[in-house]
């Protein structure tokens, strides 16, 4: 995430969120805990945006 604010994909704000959805993510591996997993999941309105525009930001840097 941090290369990506460093080549200009990300902006600041956009590298704090994805770090947090890596770290849901990570938390959410093997969990048991339901109130957790439902904390996360409220998150994912959140994450859906950041992650289409991860990948219409690689392909149009990809494009050249």
């Known amino acids: ?8 994909l990300f ?6 969120l994805a770090l947090q959805m890596f770290n849901d993510r990570n938390l959410t591996v093997h969990t048991y805990n339901e109130a957790l ?5 409220s998150k994912l309105t959140l994450y859906a945006p950041l992650l289409k525009n991860w990948i219409t930001n690689m392909i149009l840097s990809s494009q050249g």
């Open 11 to 16: 902006d600041e704000d956009t590298t704090v």
């Open 37 to 41: 997993a439902n904390e996360i999941y």
């Open 1 to 8: 995430m941090r290369t990506f604010r460093e080549i200009g």
